[in-house]
């Protein structure tokens, strides 16, 4: 029976797979590839998107809305240097980091969206469209 348990479970009791994971959360808690956290949320009139993009500026930032898909994407590149009394550089960082994500949101009010961004957070209020009845029966004459 342990055997079975074993042979079942492989992943769970081999050792190597457990730093693989470990290794695999430390690149993805470090590295510039972080995912952008967001929060969509559906109103009855709207939806509210909010995405948190800490580290970026505005003009990092790009939005738009085709074939009823919002997509938001975000690149940043920080450089850091410091110099002693002599101008000798004693460290120096370089730091990029690209997201993007898009979210399925049908029949929206494009001339009605708004967008804010503060505090390395992103806010979009994107209003519905009033439905439209494609189902009009035409009587005949």
Wanted: proline letters at 3%; aromatic letters at 8%; a negative charge.
């Amino acid at each position: 029976m342990a055997n079975d348990l074993m042979n079942r479970n492989y992943d769970f009791f081999d050792p190597m797979n457990f730093f693989n994971e470990v290794g695999n959360l430390g690149h993805d808690m470090f590295s510039g590839d972080a995912a952008m956290k967001t929060d969509v949320v559906e109103h009855d009139k709207d939806y509210v998107v909010t995405a948190e993009l800490p580290g970026f500026k505005k003009d990092d930032i790009h939005i738009d809305y085709r074939d009823e898909t919002l997509r938001i994407s975000g690149k940043s590149d920080v450089s850091e240097s410091t110099k002693d009394d002599d101008g000798r550089i004693l460290r120096q960082e370089r730091h990029s980091q690209n997201v993007a994500r898009s979210f399925y949101l049908p029949n929206i009010d494009l001339k009605q969206v708004k967008a804010e961004f503060k505090d390395g957070v992103l806010t979009l209020t994107l209003p519905k469209q009033a439905e439209v009845d494609n189902n009009h029966e035409i009587s005949i004459d």
